[in-house]
């Protein structure tokens, strides 16, 4: 059985850091590329990083660049999102996305609220 399981959501100030997790299993960890996505309300998902199965390669969305990192720990069959100097705009529902040329996957979102 497939599950992702996203934690380290929470209520951040402005300016403050937060940083999620991702727990995988049920598939092979190391051969998928993970992302994390983002949901305000109102607004459509968008993609924030993402990182290629082996972490060698990243990217970002322009409105998180130099702000967040991504990386993973096949080991752990874990992937990370380090979130620094959050602002009011990054509060969202963040989901945790695995991702094959055949298959893709889901977590249940955790909530970041930044707000003073």
């Known amino acids: 059985q497939v599950q992702l399981v996203e934690s380290g959501g929470g209520l951040v100030q402005p300016g403050g850091s937060l940083r999620l997790s991702c727990a995988a299993s049920g598939f092979t960890f190391s051969l998928y590329a993970m992302s994390w996505y983002r949901q305000a309300p109102g607004k459509e998902r968008e993609l924030v990083a993402r990182?290629?199965?082996?972490?060698?390669?990243?990217n970002y969305a322009d409105s998180v660049k130099g702000r967040f990192t991504i990386s993973r720990d096949n080991a752990k069959n874990t992937v990370y999102l380090q979130m620094n100097s959050l602002k009011p705009e990054d509060t969202a529902v963040y989901y945790c996305?695995?991702?094959?040329?055949?298959?893709?996957?889901w977590g249940q979102g955790t909530q970041v609220t930044v707000s003073s």
């Open positions: 990182i290629t199965s082996g972490g060698g390669s990243t």
């Open positions: 996305n695995a991702d094959s040329p055949k298959y893709k996957y």
